[in-house]
């Protein structure tokens, strides 16, 4: 390559005044195997659709999810299965079931997304800082981790919010709570190794401290794999909530979730399967589609990770 | 080829090393907690003078580098002092020792692998006025230019990644990054041997010229000894963790006194193919000992080809048997018999 040409003392390059736009390549070169990836790209547009129709809720939605329709039931007073004005048939109310899938991907993704991030955030943190301090901290902040992670989860969970009272406040922390031990332990080893990589000693012998060294030298090589550990996240919290609010401890009624309208469903499942099948193949897609979205990603950023550039 | 000027030290000296060790324990110990330690450093007393160029040369594995990581306690050393303006930074702590890494720099071997990939040239080399708060914003970015043009970059590169740079431009940077914050003394940690052979003498011109205009001291860790030749005003040579001998450039060129020191000079290649024909070589007899395990009494009797009863007894002396030439040596100076 022209600009790597070693050159004389005065004025290294001066010729090539362009630079080198290698970022924007990557990115092209990232999306054209996304196309050719069926699995990822069939993963990249259910997390796409999945975040437009969570946010797009109210204008998606065909009617008001919490109306209970007078026709909305049959005669026996069982939900309609699909067609006519319920596209996707009604609930055990009377209520439009579409709609209320609909809003149901709203909460969804918004406790999803948001556990998710907090518990990276916290992963991310006790990982590498007692990766980083080792010692004593590290050895203490470790056992806390493996106590978590040996802890079920789903039973944790429905004793804590029992304790707390459910909340959408409440569910995304206990949730965070929970799930930020994978991420720690993950980042606890790359920390591990990039702190013996010659860059950090060259940072510390500027004279640059602990807490300096891990967000501005440490940090940045971490950042792919959090993308990664994210993404697949979402999927785990996605269905964690499902379970939880199955359960009936997510957030309260009449908020529609989509476990929780699976277990309205249940009572109702020989007369109308619909009910309770809707809702469990969003789930499964969801989660289907971040899962090989993050798979993707992993594929995609390892080698630029492990270029050891 | 050139020679840097004999520069008979003169005046109180920059740093004061003496009696330094650097013990590393490795192993788990097994059955009854024995770990095995390797001396990499032990026991090394020298003085480096303000402006000159102290070389340190020696075989892969001698100690030199841990040498100079361990004077700017990169490495903590397990005993011994390195006194540097009426201070002993064995003895700093951590947040001490940091404010001192303003006037103590080092240079890395590896080009590649002492620049993070992830950060562009400007924070590489901003970052170490950042640190020490020297400048910040516009001055800083101003600065950062200034450094690139002064190692021979274009200051336009501020803005790329190491990726994106040859390994002698790397080194550049490294330079640049090492003189921001103004250093009164860099380790330069075998700076070129990384390097493209058409390289290395770009780089150590460049090393002349900034210690020039700064006022640079350097420690100069290589193990090529034309190299050294050139740019070092004192040279010493190491062995498994302890000095052989210290001399001023021509004295040790000229008139070695360590039979390890003239194996090592007449192992360099003569340019001219008639006096490289006709002169003697010395070579050594086999492998460097581990640094777990080494000799008894001289660590280098093992391979000295004028070694006694008495060498392998006896730890010599580090003694300064000349003025301003140390060896340590019981047969120090005796002619080396015809192989």
Redesign the interface.
Known sequence: MD????T???????EH?E??E?DRGVWRRALASLRRDKPALFGAVVVLAFVLVAVFAPALAPHDPAYQFPDGLTNNGTPLPPGGRFLLGTDDLGRDLLSRLIYGAQVSLTIGVLANLLAVVIGVAVGSISAYAGGWVDMVLMRITDIMMAFPVLLFAIALIAITGPSLTNVILVIAILYWTTTARVIHGMVLSLKE???V?????????GP?ILL??IL??L?SVIIVYTTLGVASTVLVEASLSYVGISVPLPTPTWGNIINEAQSYYHSDPWMMIFPGLAILVTVLGFNLLGDWLRDTLDPVQSN?? | MEIAPSSVPRGAPLISVRDLRTYFTIGSGGLFGVQAVVKAVDGLSFDIYKGETLGLVGESGCGKSTTGRTI?Q?IRATSGQVLYDGRDLCRLG?GEM??M??RL??I?Q?P????????RVE?IIG??LA??GLASGRERRAMVRNLLQTV???P??A????????G??RQRI?IA?ALA?KPEFIVCDEPISAL?V??RA?II??LE?LQEEFGLTYLFIAHDLSVVRHICTRVAVMYLGKFMELATNPALYDDPLHPYTRSLISAVPVPDPDLEDSRRRIILMGDVPTPVNPPSGCVFHTRCPIARERCAREVPEWREFRPSHWVACHYAGEPIAQA
């Open positions: 600009q790597q040409v070693a004389p003392l005065q004025n290294l390059g001066a005044g630079v080198v290698l990589r010659e860059f000693e060259a940072a510390r012998a500027l004279g640059a401290g300096r501005l030298y940045p090589h950042v050891a550039r | 700017l990169l951590d940091r404010r890494r303003r720099q080092i890395f590896d590649y692998a002492s620049l993070s990939s992830r950060m924070t970052d170490a640190i020490h021979g970059l274009d336009a590169y803005q790329r990644y190491p990726h994106e740079f040859s002698g431009q490294g990054r914050v493209d058409s390289v770009q011109n460049l010229q």
